[in-house]
């Protein structure tokens, strides 16, 4: 069974930084595109990062420049970089699966989600 499983969140001040990782089992990630999404309380999920087959990398507005999406293929394992973080930052992050080797940060109709992991950005 496909399963994601995110790590690396946690309570960090404004200005800091977190590393999130997303290992990813029963399938090759290499071979499809990943994201990070990111739901705050009381809002829509939302694409933060996108990285494709090919290792082309797509950001949110609201993240670029500050994050970075990358993989370790050797490793099954896709991680978001995140600096110089704000409180706007704080939400649920997931990673996710569309099955695609294309990126898009629009929510996807069909895709496998992580459990996701608690982001806090303190002010």
């Known amino acids: 069974q496909v399963q994601l499983v995110e790590s690396g969140g946690g309570l960090v001040q404004a200005g800091g930084s977190l590393r999130l990782s997303c290992a990813a089992s029963e399938f090759t990630p290499a071979l499809y595109a990943m994201s990070w999404f990111r739901q705050a309380p009381g809002k829509e999920r939302e694409g933060v990062s996108c990285i494709s087959s090919t290792d082309t990398t797509y950001y949110a507005d609201s993240v670029r420049g500050r994050f970075t999406i990358s993989r370790d293929n050797a490793k099954d394992m896709v991680y978001l970089q995140m600096n110089d973080l704000k409180p706007e930052d704080t939400a649920v992050y997931y990673c996710?699966?569309?099955?695609?080797?294309?990126?898009?940060?629009?929510?996807?109709?069909?895709?496998?989600w992580g459990q996701g992991t608690q982001v806090t950005v303190s002010p």
């Open positions: 996710v699966l569309t099955g695609s080797q294309y990126c898009s940060l629009s929510r996807p109709e069909h895709a496998t």
